[in-house]
């Protein structure tokens, strides 16, 4: 039982898993953004949109970070890492709130939404990081065995 699902771990932190996991991120972020608003926005909750941002960005984050991780075969650097990571954050970030200026009853190019983006960025490269000094990620050898900084 336990070598199946060692298995498991190493087909679902696979390059290829990792890099399908954030396109598919990708994708359903472009869907959600092409979704019209309402006229009278819905408010469950203070913040609960920028919270939403935050979550979301870091699932995609984490994926991303996983597979920059393995693409390389020197030593990783967690700055670089974690470059990367703000990096794709605020650019998709931008792009995801310019997108929603062409989409009926949505408002782009929200402040607030960009920096719960760069949040979830953040947040992302850390349980990358975690997922990776708790040996869950295998395949992320180089980063495994000397991080630098």
């Known amino acids: 039982m336990f070598s199946s699902i060692r298995a498991a771990q190493l087909y679902l932190t696979s390059r290829r898993t990792c890099r399908m996991a954030f396109i598919a991120w990708f994708v359903t972020l472009f869907g959600l953004s092409s979704i019209p608003g309402n006229a009278e926005p819905e408010k469950s909750f203070i913040f609960a949109d920028k919270i939403a941002h935050a979550i979301y960005f870091t699932l995609g984050s984490a994926a991303f970070m996983m597979t920059m991780a393995q693409g390389s075969s020197d030593r990783c650097s967690r700055l670089k890492l974690f470059i990367y990571c703000i990096i794709m954050a605020l650019s998709i970030g931008i792009y995801d709130e310019w997108h929603q200026t062409f ?43 000397g991080m630098s900084v």
């Open 103 to 145: 989409t009926e009853n949505r408002d782009g190019n929200s402040l607030g939404d960009i920096l719960a983006n760069l949040t979830g960025g953040a947040l992302g490269y850390l349980v990358g990081l975690r997922l990776i000094h708790r040996k869950i990620y295998q395949h992320s050898s180089c980063c495994k065995e």
